[in-house]
């Protein structure tokens, strides 16, 4: 047996255990859908705004509740669309959904998660909204960061982005929507079409 053999040898043997050890099965094409539907969100809550609250949202208000509403439709969509993309390019590949890998990344992701929306809803339940968006951005850049590896390493970088405009929506609040909009929208569009590229192709 020659090096040549030898390497290959080595390289399938990092293969299995990655495959092992992370969650690869994460479909690009959910990442552009979720994007899609920030989007859209975003269109539609600013123009309930506009239009009904005269470009100021108050907690009290309807509008806000609508926006409340869009924003969890908009994060239901995405889920379930992940769900459906990634199950179907895990059957395609022969991984499982339901194994330990795939449990440890949900956790993981999870945890930054849910700790930072029950501390914005606590801040929204004080009237301090100045920073939801910003705050947004940064426990869900940390989730992705805290997820990474557990799947694809590359969603780190992802994750980073979100944490980095989300401390940019700290210091200048006011542009906290549109920071907001950049991060979950256009960047899960960006993000979703490279690694549909790199490895759904």
């Given at each position: ?29 959910s990442g552009i859908l979720a994007g899609v539907y920030a989007l859209i969100g975003a269109a539609i809550a600013y123009w309930l705004v506009e ?9 009290n208000g309807w509008v806000f509740r609508y926006c409340i509403a869009i924003l969890a439709t908009v994060a239901l969509l995405s889920i379930v ?121």
């Open positions: 047996m020659d090096s040549k053999d030898y390497l290959k040898d080595i390289s399938e043997i990092k293969n299995l255990m990655s495959k092992s050890s992370r969650f690869i099965s994460l479909s690009g094409l239009n009904y609250s005269y470009g100021v949202l108050t907690l669309t992940a769900l459906i993309l990634t199950t179907k390019k895990a059957k395609k590949q022969g991984s499982k959904i339901g194994d330990s890998t795939s449990r440890r990344l949900v956790i993981n992701f999870l945890i930054p998660l849910v700790v930072g929306g029950l501390y914005i809803l606590t801040i929204l339940n004080q009237g301090k909204y100045g920073q939801t968006g910003g705050l947004m951005l940064i426990f869900y850049g940390l989730a992705l960061v805290n997820a990474s590896k557990y799947s694809i390493g590359d969603i780190r970088y992802l994750g980073f982005i979100q944490i980095t405009l989300g401390l940019i929506a700290a210091f200048f609040p006011g542009y906290g929507f549109w920071l907001w909009v950049l991060g979950f929208g256009i960047m899960h569009i960006i993000y979703g079409t490279w690694m549909y590229f790199k490895y759904d192709k």
